[in-house]
Structure formats: C-alpha cells, structure tokens
C-alpha cells in the first residue's frame, strides 16, 4: 500500500514488494480497490494546492493571528457571552437566588415553582431553545415575585391575627378580673 512519494528511502522503513500489507491485487497502485496507477493515495490533489483547500491570502492556517481558521474572532479574542450559543448574547438571568430565597422566607409551594423555572432557563439555552430560555425566565421572575408577595401577605396576617389575639386575651382577663 502506498501513502504517496515515498520512495525506497526514508520514511519508516523500506516497504516490501507490492506495496502493502499483505498480498493486493495487482490493479497499480496497490490500495483498497480499484484506482488509477498514478494517483498513489486518495485522489489526485491540484498542482500547488497544498492540502484541504485554498487558505485566503494572509490567513496563515488555524486560527493565527492573521485571522484564519474558524471564522473571525472579534478583536479581544474570545466570544462574546463566554461561549454561549446564541449570536453572542448572554444566556438570560434564571433568577434561582431570588426564587430559593423566597422559597425558604416566605412562600414555599410558589417558591417551589420558580425554583422549577429558574432551573429550566439554563439548560433550555443550551440546547438552543433560546425564546423558551427566555420565557422561562420571564416565569420564575413571575413566580418568585408571587411567593414574595404571598410571603407579605402571609406575615402581615400572621402580625394582625397576633395582636387581634392579644387583645382579646387582655380584654377577656381584664373583664374577668373585676367580676
């Protein structure tokens, strides 16, 4: 089998009569199948093209300073959004610090729900959902601000039901106590 030029020198040692591995066919070239005796490898290349296709003037290869390989990096190096998909943009906020907070002070079964959101923000970006990353975000900063607001209203009650209580206590001692 032969990679190309070889010759009878150099390369990893001398290679054996007929070219190969084992016994080939004798179809010239001495490869897996049929192909033209000059060829040598896997297809003739173009005169002077080098390799895997033409490299834009000034490239220099993979990725070098010159701006070559993978497509153009802005200026600072790096994408935007610490390489996120998305064209850049930042994955939107999930708000999970806000929804656990909530969640443990003030309202757990609406809490419970914007944790569940939150967590579907990120992994809905990833996958490239990206206006279902941004509808879950939208949802669980929905859904802690109710639990804030249910964890308001509960503690207000909680104070007014308290001091109703106390009162009616030291109503019925303070009338008791004079009979």
């Not at 153009?72 to 959004?81: E, N, R």
């Not at 939208?138 to 249910?150: D, F, M, P, S």
């Amino acid at each position: 089998m032969s990679y190309g030029n070889q010759g009878g020198s150099g390369g990893y040692g001398a290679q054996p009569p007929g070219g190969g591995y084992g016994s080939q066919p004798p179809s010239g070239g001495g490869g897996y199948g049929a192909q033209p005796p000059a060829s040598g490898g896997y297809g003739a290349q173009p005169p002077g093209s080098g390799g895997y296709g033409a490299q834009p003037p000034g490239s220099g290869g993979y990725g070098a300073p010159g701006g070559g390989g993978y497509g153009q990096q802005p200026p600072g190096g790096g994408y935007p959004g610490g390489g996120y998909p998305g064209g850049g943009q930042q994955p939107p906020d999930n708000h999970l610090v806000a929804a656990i907070l909530t969640t443990l002070f003030c309202c757990l079964p609406l809490g419970i729900v914007s944790i569940v959101k939150s967590t579907q923000v990120n992994s809905r970006w990833q996958v490239g959902d990206y206006q279902g990353a941004m509808l879950a975000s939208e949802e669980a900063k929905t859904w802690w601000k109710r639990a804030l607001i249910g964890g308001i209203i509960y503690w207000v009650l909680m104070v007014i039901g308290f001091i109703v209580y106390f009162i009616f206590i030291a109503t019925v001692v303070s009338s008791s106590a004079y009979s």
